[in-house]
């Protein structure tokens, strides 16, 4: 085979590599929820991670990952000061990225695949003589998901996220978010003509946004729950079965004439975003370390990283 550089998407050739002949051993540094499709290890396979706080806090390090190789048989040891990306094969060495994660896949990354013996000796070489390392097992595990559910996305040294395209309707950084029931609403003439005068609410067509309003008959006594301008709103469908896409609240409130407390809001929402199931979002906020989101409860998120995780479910 000799010695081969892959780049600027090496993950297919370091997958395929890893179906090889084993056993294998890997030293990733971070890890995402879909490392266990990046690196198909099996049982008996050893995995060395960077699982300390720092990481796991700052969601470099998934506890969800973890689980699953644990469940698949891989030994799996933590270092707090691994950085780096080195799996030993059979017959072959891959020095490649040091996250196996979505982000890495869509980065400039390079990986060398060599079957050079004097590399294959120097990598077991460098993994054995790791220090600092501490089996993952439930008792870890357990410790790492509290920190992973009090944490958030935070950038890591030489650990870059995807940038984000389209996103200029959101607020930076997001600090309000709901999940609501919300019904449509449709002003009439009247409306639109008493709000003229009130507060003018105009705004500038874009085709690349709609902004429908929504109508809230009992806006709550705290206003630490009302909705204002500039907080995202993710609306849960009549039936609890779809989430609609995150939208931003443009204007509002504003009070709906001869109604005792109701009022109507403006959103602004991107117009090639679709709904996703609440299903298949809470299936994909638990690989994300959020088991409990309350997908079909009105509720303030608090969560940072429950925010960002919801945002990147429609790329945001």
């Known amino acids: 085979m000799g010695t081969t550089l892959h780049a600027p998407h090496p993950w297919p050739h370091i997958t395929s590599a890893l179906r090889g002949p084993g056993p294998r051993r890997a030293a990733i540094a971070y890890l995402d929820h879909t490392a266990l499709q990046l690196l198909p290890l099996r049982?008996?396979?050893?995995?060395?991670?960077?699982?300390?706080?720092?990481?796991?806090?700052?969601?470099?390090?998934?506890?969800?990952?973890?689980?699953?190789?644990?469940?698949?048989?891989?030994?799996?040891?933590?270092?707090?000061?691994?950085?780096?990306g080195l799996i030993v094969t059979g017959g072959r060495v891959i020095v490649g990225p040091a996250s196996a994660s979505h982000s890495s896949t869509l980065a400039d990354e390079t990986a060398l695949i060599t079957d050079d013996p004097d590399a294959i000796a120097a990598a077991h070489a460098f993994l054995d003589g790791l220090v600092d390392t501490i089996e993952v097992d439930g008792v870890f595990l357990a410790g790492a998901t509290a920190i992973w559910q009090v944490g958030r996305v935070v950038p890591l040294a030489g650990i870059g996220n995807r940038t984000r395209t389209g996103h200029d309707f959101l607020p930076t950084p997001v600090r309000r978010m709901f999940l609501r029931h919300l019904g449509d609403y449709t002003p009439t003439d009247e409306d639109e003509n008493h709000w003229a005068a009130t507060a003018p609410v105009s705004i500038v067509p874009n085709p690349r946004y709609h902004t429908p309003w929504i109508r809230q008959n009992t806006p709550g006594p705290d206003r630490r729950s009302r909705l204002q301008p500039g907080d995202v709103v993710i609306r849960i469908s009549d039936d609890d079965v779809c989430l609609h896409p995150p939208a931003v609240v443009d204007t509002g409130p504003v009070h709906i004439p001869y109604t005792r407390h109701a009022v109507a809001y403006r959103l602004r929402a991107r117009t090639d975003l679709e709904p996703l199931t609440v299903a298949g979002v809470a299936r994909a906020l638990a690989d994300l370390g959020h088991p409990h989101p309350r997908l079909h409860h009105d509720h303030r998120v608090v969560s940072p990283s429950l925010r960002a995780a919801l945002l990147e479910l429609w790329t945001l």
């Not at 396979?45 to 990481?55: F, G, H, P, S, T």
């Not at 990952?65 to 030994?75: K, N």
């Open 43 to 84: 049982a008996g396979d050893q995995l060395i991670v960077n699982a300390a706080r720092a990481a796991v806090r700052a969601h470099a390090t998934s506890p969800t990952a973890l689980s699953r190789f644990l469940d698949a048989g891989v030994r799996v040891l933590s270092t707090p000061n691994l950085h780096t």
